[in-house]
């Protein structure tokens, strides 16, 4: 690898600490993982084979590539695919044991269709909305099913499921409204498993946990629940599991006044220092984060938050290290972008996206890095 090349370091064994930790908020139930888009792009052929060596044997990811690709990683997980099951997949999901959720009438046609001509019934979940008009049978469509028992007599179904809109908002009343509604659903199909919280859900107690926990960016590092909300907050605060660190490609010094840059949108009164460092948008570090994200420089002995100076460019940051002692920092040295004191969550925020986008968008061209995760 050489010099120049930024890192991204992904812990596992925080990840498998926020594993349990989601887990200990609903002891009765299943903790499954959510691993879909690469595992929020920090590489699902390692974190998934480390949650497994945790004890996780259920895991989710959205699209039929996604879920026959795990299959290689975990040879004897349960897989979901939350997409379903796409037109002239169905044999190949037969054959790697992906069980689909299904979540339109004609989803569930196909695989009734797929369960004659395998000869016998086919693992299945089934997801109702209830009320984030995405996915998921509507009631009309959910009725319609229960009425004709033919199709379910195909199946043997695992569990049924149905996702929270404003989970991360506790005080939102679609809240009670989906609870009660999935109750509903629930009740119709008497003795069959339940699925329901993703990350923030499973911090919202006992109504909202039922069978299968589904969490993603808990695991992940975020904290999934709005800060407005102070104790939930608090309570479902995240081991830090990304560290981003960017190489100082240079540092210069502005003798008096000047501008930093594309645009000239960070201007200087007075001597100030700027150091270059090798990270920018085309490796997913937000544009939005020009004159807003934060950086951290460690030095033998303490550690300094410097602010982003001017424009995030394709390939490169600008940081005003003026605050700095003059042998703080040296070109080669690190400059930190996630983790090691910089929160995921507030630079997120101060790029206007969340967590989720950020972590999704890093991108291909770190040199990566995963520490623990053995069993
Ligand atoms: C992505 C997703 C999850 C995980 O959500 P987080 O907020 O990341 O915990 C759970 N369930 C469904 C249906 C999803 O699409």
Aim: net charge neutral.
């Amino acid at each position: 690898m050489f010099g120049d090349t930024a890192c991204l370091t992904v812990n596992l064994d925080a990840i498998i600490a926020n594993w349990r930790k989601v887990a200990a908020q609903a002891p009765k139930a299943e903790c499954a993982a959510v691993v879909k888009a690469d595992a929020y792009g920090l590489g699902a052929a390692e974190v998934a084979p480390a949650l497994w060596r945790a004890g996780c044997r259920r895991f989710f990811v959205a699209h039929a590539e996604e879920a026959l690709a795990l299959r290689r990683h975990l040879a004897d997980a349960t897989i979901h695919a939350l997409h379903g099951v796409p037109a002239d997949a169905e044999a190949e999901y037969v054959q790697q044991r992906i069980v689909p959720v299904l979540s339109t009438p004609e989803q569930v046609s196909r695989w009734v269709a797929a369960a004659r001509r395998h000869g016998a019934p086919l693992d299945a979940a089934l997801q109702v909305d209830t009320g984030i008009n995405r996915l998921g049978l509507q009631p009309r469509e959910f009725d319609a099913l229960l009425a004709n028992s033919d199709p379910l007599g195909a199946f043997r179904l695992q569990f049924i499921m149905s996702h929270l809109a404003c989970a991360d908002e506790p005080d939102h009343p679609l809240n009670a409204e989906q609870a009660s509604r999935f109750a509903a659903a629930r009740a119709r199909l008497p003795g069959l498993s339940g699925s329901f919280a993703n990350s923030a859900g499973c911090f919202l107690g006992p109504a909202f946990a039922h069978d299968i926990l589904r969490p993603g960016i808990a695991l992940y590092g975020g904290n999934p629940i709005d800060p407005r909300a102070t104790a939930l907050h608090a309570a479902a605060q995240m081991q830090p599991v990304v560290e981003l660190a960017g190489k100082i490609l240079q540092i210069r010094d502005i003798d008096s006044a000047g501008c930093v840059g594309y645009g000239a949108s960070y201007r200087v009164e007075k001597p100030s220092r700027i150091a270059t460092v090798a990270v920018g948008y085309a490796d997913g570090f937000l544009r939005a984060l020009s004159n807003r994200g934060q950086a951290v420089i460690t030095s033998a002995d303490r550690s300094y938050q410097v602010p982003i100076a001017g424009r995030v460019s394709m390939d490169m940051i600008t940081l005003d290290i003026s605050a700095l002692p003059a042998d703080a920092c040296k070109p080669g040295d690190a400059a930190v972008l996630l983790g090691g004191g910089i929160d995921l969550d507030a630079q997120a925020a101060a790029g206007g996206t969340i967590s989720y986008e950020l972590l999704t968008g890093l991108g291909p061209r770190y040199a990566r890095r995963y520490l623990g995760g053995a069993a």
